[in-house]
């Protein structure tokens, strides 16, 4: 069961809605486009709404609607998503970006230094659903003769200073969008908002073509009612009579959906604030954030990093919103530096955006929390792979293919299967290796020393080689799993077992083994003349299902506590806990013969 970080809610009368117009007359361009207008006009209180297939197409037909054109600025945030700047290059202009404050949203006191006498449009961005701060923005649009469109994707239902975001009252344009993740969908689908007829018409006219069929409207002399005329360069940014449908059963539930999602960001906002190292967002004097995400901060990109891997392994999922959008190695092209805005640069190092949906269940939220608190406390896990070039049983034992691929492939995948490593590295002397390793998804980070690329040197000799060489970069580890290079047999469930095991009986080592021959102790050996001698004659007079099981090392990984193997420098300790593991699981790839018979299991057990 995995929590992801926002979703749609439909139910069953947004789907009869739906079901409804595609068993009318019209599935496109009929009435329920019109009604949807109106009632999103009337729920954020504006004149005019205009609906187009995308939020995309919304900002684009905006910026159009404006009259941006070629050569021509747009100043917005680099803290946003990519299409809020793409508008200004749909049309020929130059997205200016303007720095961030510590909310995330626009610096209002930094627009006017990037005011030219080219700058025509500005879009602040109501990112996570708080609007930005309007009245100064207007103030600066006033001074300047600017446009403001606001970019209001995130924040249907917000309200700025007792008003709502989208009424246009400090700005010419709003544009929404109803992506699934927005708090209302129609599957795709954008709106335009405004209070002027003439960007209302001019909206219209762009979003068919360019095309009008209204008389009075016309150039030239109607011909005939068939007649209609293309005045202008627009596109098809239609939405569907079904789609509005959707939206208009969506929008019935916008008051409980924003209720719920202010319901559930109140409960982080108190939990979420006694936990050391996590910093939430506040909304602004006199603004309702209308929380299309949820937004927490870390110290740095690396405990970000940990974090997002974190949660991903108890199944919830986050994303990060935004990655500045002039580092984008499309914007990198036009000419933008990294290091232009600062704030926003440093911002978006830290930020992951936690699960936010109207249908998030209070058990839901409390595995978030849970899980965001326990992260200080948790494991930080190395899973290291030692795999040595010079093998002389086996030539190129651990790259040598295993049935379809490198068998060294098999270890690292079940490691980053697992979900429970902070890195998967592999620990070798050869180049050869090291490049197949890292394109199956393990990391190098150096290389073997040749003091330790011999025979001579054990297992524990490499881990702590590893383990040193981490530590003099500053990254210290609690747990290390070592695992075999010629180990198709792990599972990633097995890897959790030992690690669970590991961290609840505090135990110095885990690894699994395999109960062998437990009649061992009754072995024979051959002695001259060819006659049957007894190895351990002691046990001659006892039952063999009487004699103590024996086991041995089943070949696939030593799960280990850091610290107290850097004390006694051994894997296998007084203290150390098995895991027992089928025979059928466990093999030992010493030679051709065990490779084969390995194989030969593993089409039998996988099927593969
Ligand atoms: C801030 C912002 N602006 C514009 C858009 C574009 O909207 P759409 O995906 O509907 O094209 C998005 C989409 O996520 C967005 O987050």
Not at 373 to 391: C, D, E, M, N, T
């Amino acid at each position: 069961m995995t929590i992801p970080y926002g979703k749609q809610t439909i139910d069953k009368v947004d789907i009869k809605a739906v079901s409804d117009v595609l068993g009318s007359e019209f599935l496109t361009t009929g009435p329920r486009v019109k009604e949807f207008e109106e009632k999103f006009a009337s729920f954020v209180n504006v004149k005019y709404a205009v609906v187009v297939s995308n939020g995309t197409a919304a900002l684009h037909l905006a910026c159009l609607a404006a009259g941006l054109k070629k050569g021509e600025e747009l100043i917005t945030t680099p803290m946003t998503f990519a299409a809020s700047a793409n508008c200004a290059l749909y049309c020929g202009a130059k997205p200016v970006f303007v720095d961030i404050k510590e909310n995330g949203l626009i610096d209002e006191s930094l627009i006017e230094k990037r005011v030219t006498p080219k700058t025509k449009i500005i879009i602040p961005v109501h990112i996570g659903g708080l609007p930005c701060d309007m009245e100064k923005i207007q103030a600066i649009a006033k001074r300047y003769k600017l446009v403001v469109i606001e970019d209001a994707c995130h924040a249907l239902g917000a309200e700025y200073k007792g008003t709502k975001t989208g009424d246009c009252k400090y700005s010419d344009m709003a544009v929404f969008s109803f992506h699934p993740v927005k708090h209302i969908t129609t599957g795709e689908g954008g709106m335009i908002t405004t209070n002027s007829k003439v960007l209302y018409e001019k909206l219209l006219l762009l979003r068919t073509h360019g095309i009008t069929r209204i008389s009075d409207k016309l150039l030239n002399k109607k011909e005939g009612p068939w007649f209609y005329e293309m005045q202008e360069l627009g596109f098809n940014y239609r939405l569907t009579d079904f789609q509005c449908a959707l939206g208009i059963s969506q929008l019935t539930k916008i008051r409980r959906f924003v209720a719920k999602r202010l319901a559930i960001a109140k409960i982080y906002d108190t939990a979420l604030s006694k936990i050391d190292g996590i910093e939430i967002i506040k909304p602004s004097e006199g603004c309702k954030d209308a929380y299309h995400l949820y937004v927490i901060k870390v110290k740095d990109a690396e405990t970000r990093l940990d974090l997002f891997n974190y949660l991903k392994s108890k199944g919830i999922f986050c994303q990060v919103h935004y990655i500045p959008v002039y580092w984008h190695p499309y914007y990198q092209t036009l000419g933008y530096k990294k290091g232009l805005c600062p704030n926003a640069e440093e911002f978006y190092g830290k930020i992951i955006s936690i699960p936010m949906y109207p249908s998030l269940k209070r058990w839901e939220q409390n595995k978030v929390i849970e899980a965001i608190g326990s992260f200080r406390k948790r494991k930080k896990i190395l899973a290291l792979i030692p795999a040595r070039g010079g093998s002389k049983r086996i030539p190129h034992k651990n790259i040598k293919n295993f049935l379809s691929r490198p068998i060294i492939s098999y270890s690292i995948k079940a490691a980053i299967d697992s979900n429970l490593f902070d890195e998967v590295m592999v620990s070798t002397d050869d180049k050869e290796i090291a490049e197949i390793a890292q394109k199956y998804g393990a990391k190098v980070p150096f290389l073997r020393s040749i003091k330790n690329s011999s025979d001579h040197a054990t297992t524990a000799d490499v881990i702590e080689e590893v383990l040193t060489e981490y530590l003099k970069r500053g990254i210290k580890y609690d747990y290390v799993c070592c695992l075999y290079a010629t180990a198709p047999f792990i599972t990633p469930e097995k890897l959790v077992k030992a690690k669970k095991r590991l961290e609840e009986l505090e135990v110095d080592s885990v690894f699994p083994v395999t109960r062998f021959n437990s009649d061992i102790k009754r072995s024979f050996r051959i002695e001259d003349g060819g006659r049957l001698k007894m190895n351990w004659p002691k046990y001659s007079n006892i039952r063999s299902q009487d004699i103590v099981a024996a086991y041995h090392d089943a070949g696939q990984f030593y799960f280990l506590d850091v610290k107290n193997f850097l004390v006694q420098k051994r894997i296998f300790t007084n203290n150390t806990l098995p895991i027992i593991t089928s025979e059928l699981e466990a093999q030992d790839i010493n030679n051709d013969e065990d490779w084969k018979i390995a194989e030969f299991k593993y089409k039998a057990l996988v099927g593969k």
